[in-house]
Every structure is written in structure tokens, then in C-alpha cells.
């Protein structure tokens, strides 16, 4: 089968980058590993308003199980600061129909999706490149768009760099629980959950709630849950996966393949957030490959993709990357202290005022710019428990 673009993987990024290059009028052929778009989902699903709008997505209603006008956030002991707004800030997806619903846009747009064909490896010869999948026959391109999510074997095959941070993720879906319907909650402990966080979302009738850690997950959502208080409520699913921390990896291109979305590592390294800052990228990558393909210059134009990519995310992912390594090495006593100070000089003003679920580059700064609140969380980010 030949196209002038293949992309390995129908998640939102492959999706997304489809829907760009189909929209110049490539030939997108699209290979995804299951018989179903969006399942096996290995994700919380929230996804803020801002970044939907950025994607230029208008979601539809029944992709929507839940909207959120804001987040708590509570520390170790329980030192709580809020963050909220007049008007929804995230919504609740239903993260399979939302991939289904992506993936349509793509098809409407012209690009064939194949079902139930993983490929396995990949050929780059002189102005094409051939991915077998594992039936055995080939789809080739000019140009393979790798939107393959976090495992990253085609990655490797293309000789690109796979994100290496990763922690592992276990997640509940919780009927009856007894949460607030308007605010998500983020719990952060390096007792109990080391590397991450745990987190509650609200759906329509109950809960998501997750945690991520450096070890034993599972083991550590289930004392969680019993912590929470959500012991009676009702455990309808489980799932598990894992979540990118590193931030974005160093390139994403060669002469002939481009990488997008988790296997690119474009991932918020604060919260694991991966559908907006990946679905970004994946729609650059997507016009750039269709300019490429079209002007018939493939092998030097693909570094442009990397350069986009980097001048309009580079500083945000720069700034995410810190906060990570601080909440990596920070105490529970130097959390506290920190939640503590945020709350008394006017952090959750800021955050309210600066804050922006995806590009937090901007409220981190003046965070930690407000004179007394920097002092204070640097008196407690040295604190050892
Ligand atoms: C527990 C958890 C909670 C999360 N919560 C959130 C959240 O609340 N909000 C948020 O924004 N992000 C969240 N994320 C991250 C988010 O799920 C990812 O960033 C996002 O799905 C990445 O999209 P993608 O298209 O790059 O990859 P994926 O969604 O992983 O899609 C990759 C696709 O490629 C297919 N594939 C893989 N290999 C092949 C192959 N060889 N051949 C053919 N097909 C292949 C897969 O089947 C899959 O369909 C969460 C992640 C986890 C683990």
C-alpha cells in the first residue's frame, strides 16, 4: 500500500497530525496496532479548555463526562490552596470516544486508517521510506509520522531517542464516590507517592482516582483510597500505564521519519499531560510534513518540525522541567512548609491570575518572583524529613 505520508499510531497525536496533512490533500495512510481507536485508554482524561481551544477542537457532548472549574491542592499533613474560576477550566473526557472522535475528523478528512495492523519495522531507502506490519505486507510514504505513544520500537528502529523518565500509573474508576464535582484534587507526598502525585478527578457519577510512583503503585493507590476516605465507593474499572516525566527528548527527526505526542516525550513533566502539548506538536508536524511532501524536499525540511516545536514550547517545557526536579527532591516537612507559604502570600492569587492548565511557565515564574513566597519555599525545599 503507498501514500505520500505513513503515521504509526491512532491516538490523539497520530490523529491530529493526520488530520493536518490529510487537510493539504496528502495521501495519510494510518496504522493502528488494535481493532478499536481509543482502547485499550490509559488515561485520566482531563484536558483543559484553553488547550482544546489552542487544538482548535470543539469537543462534542458526548466525549464530555464531567467540567471542572478549578483544583485543589493538598499537601502531606493536609495544607490545602485552591485554585479556581468563574467558568469551567478543564473538562472530564471520556478518553475513547474522544480518540474515536479525533480519529473520524482525520478519516473525513481524507486519510485511510488501518485497523489491527502493528508495525513492526521500518525501511529507509532513497526518497521513500516502507513500514512492514506484522501481517507481512508494507505501507509506504515519503515521510513516516511515529505516533506511536510511550513505548517507542519504532523510535529505536528510526534511531531516535525514546523518552526514558517514565513512572509507572494505576488508576480507579470509582462509582458512589463522595468527591466534589467541581474540583480536582492533587495529593503530593514523597512518602506516598514518590516521583508523582496521586490525584482525584470527578466524573459524572464518581471518580478517577490515581496515583503515580517511582514503585508499587497499585499498592500505594489502594492505601490512598483507604486514606481518602472513598473505601466504600464502588470499583467499576481498572487500568494502568505510564506516565512521561523527562520532558521532550533531544531530536525528533531525521531525513524521512518525525516523531510525535508521548514517543516524543511531549508530555507536561509537572502533571503527566500529554493530549495538548503532543496534539500541538503532532499538528505542526503534520503541516510541515504536507509542505515538505508537497514542495517535493523532504530530508531538509523535517528540522523545521523540530524547530517549531521548540520555539513556541521550548520555555515552557524548560520551566515544567524544574518544578519536576523540585517536587522530586523536595520533603513532606519542605512540602508542607511550601503549601504553607503558597497559601499565606497569595500563591493561589497568583496561580488563579497567571495560571494556565498547559503552558504554567508564566505563573511558575512569578511564583516564585513574590519575594516572601520564593524565600519561604527555598527555606523548605532544603528541608530533609
Ligand atoms: C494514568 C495516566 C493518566 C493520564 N492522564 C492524563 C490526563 O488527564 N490528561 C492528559 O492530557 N494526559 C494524560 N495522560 C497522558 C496521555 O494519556 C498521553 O500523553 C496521550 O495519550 C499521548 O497521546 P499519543 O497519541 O502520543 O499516544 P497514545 O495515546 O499512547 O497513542 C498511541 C497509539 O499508537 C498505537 N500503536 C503503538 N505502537 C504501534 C505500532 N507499532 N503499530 C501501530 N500502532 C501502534 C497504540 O495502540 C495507540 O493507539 C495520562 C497518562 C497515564 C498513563
Known amino acids: 500500500m503507498k501514500g505520500d505520508v505513513v503515521v504509526v499510531g491512532c491516538g490523539p497525536a497520530g490523529s491530529l497530525a493526520s488530520l493536518e496533512a490529510a487537510k493539504k490533500g496528502l495521501e495519510v495512510l494510518v496504522l493502528e496496532e488494535h481493532n478499536v481507536v481509543g482502547e485499550p485508554d490509559h488515561c485520566a482524561g482531563l484536558v483543559s479548555v484553553s488547550g482544546l481551544k489552542r487544538l482548535g477542537l470543539k469537543v462534542p457532548g458526548e466525549c464530555i463526562l464531567n467540567k471542572v472549574y478549578g483544583a485543589r491542592f493538598i499537601s502531606p499533613s493536609g495544607v490545602e490552596f485552591t485554585v479556581r474560576r468563574g467558568t469551567p477550566q478543564a473538562l472530564v473526557l471520556d478518553r475513547r470516544a474522544f480518540d474515536r472522535w479525533l480519529a473520524s475528523l482525520a478519516h473525513d478528512a481524507g486519510a485511510s486508517i488501518i485497523l ?74 514523597r512518602t506516598f507517592a514518590p516521583g508523582f502525585f496521586a490525584w482525584v478527578i470527578p466524573t459524572e457519577n464518581g471518580a478517577r482516582v490515581g496515583l503515580g510512583a517511582v514503585s508499587q503503585p497499585g499498592k500505594r493507590l489502594a492505601a490512598f483510597i483507604r486514606k481518602r476516605g472513598l473505601s466504600d465507593a464502588k470499583i467499576i474499572r481498572k487500568m494502568a500505564g505510564t506516565i512521561i516525566t523527562g520532558g521532550p527528548v533531544k531530536r525528533t527527526y531525521t531525513s524521512h521519519i518525525v516523531t510525535v505526542g508521548d514517543v516524543a516525550g511531549q508530555v507536561k513533566q509537572t502533571t503527566g499531560g500529554g493530549v495538548v502539548m503532543g496534539g500541538l506538536c503532532a499538528k505542526m508536524a503534520g503541516q510541515i510534513v504536507a509542505d515538505a511532501v508537497l514542495k517535493g524536499d523532504v530530508s531538509r525540511q523535517l528540522v523545521k518540525y523540530q524547530q517549531s516545536w521548540r520555539k513556541f514550547l521550548g520555555r515552557e517545557f524548560f520551566y ?19 503549601f504553607m507559604a503558597i497559601r499565606e502570600h497569595g500563591g493561589s492569587e497568583i496561580l488563579e491570575r497567571y495560571g494556565d492548565m498547559d503552558f504554567e511557565a508564566t505563573a511558575l515564574k ?13 527555606a523548605h525545599l532544603f528541608m530533609v524529613s
Not at 515544567?320 to 511550601?338: F, P, Q, T
Open 320 to 338: 515544567m522541567g524544574l518544578a519536576r526536579k523540585v517536587l522530586n527532591k523536595i520533603s513532606d516537612k519542605g512540602l508542607n512548609g511550601a
Open 116 to 189: 489491527g495492523e502493528k508495525a513492526t519495522s521500518l525501511k529507509v531507502e532513497a526518497s521513500e521510506v516502507a513500514v512492514t506490519v506484522r501481517s507481512g505486507w508494507e505501507a509506504r510514504g515519503k515521510v513516516v509520522i511515529d505516533a506511536e505513544g510511550c513505548r517507542g520500537k519504532i523510535a529505536k528502529l528510526a534511531g531516535l531517542p525514546r523518552p526514558r523518565e517514565r513512572i509507572p500509573a494505576v488508576q480507579y474508576e470509582l462509582a458512589g464516590a463522595d468527591v466534589d464535582r467541581d474540583f480536582v484534587e492533587l495529593h503530593f507526598s
Open 366 to 378: 512569578k511564583l516564585l518572583s513574590s519575594p516572601r513566597t520564593l524565600l519561604i519555599t527555598i
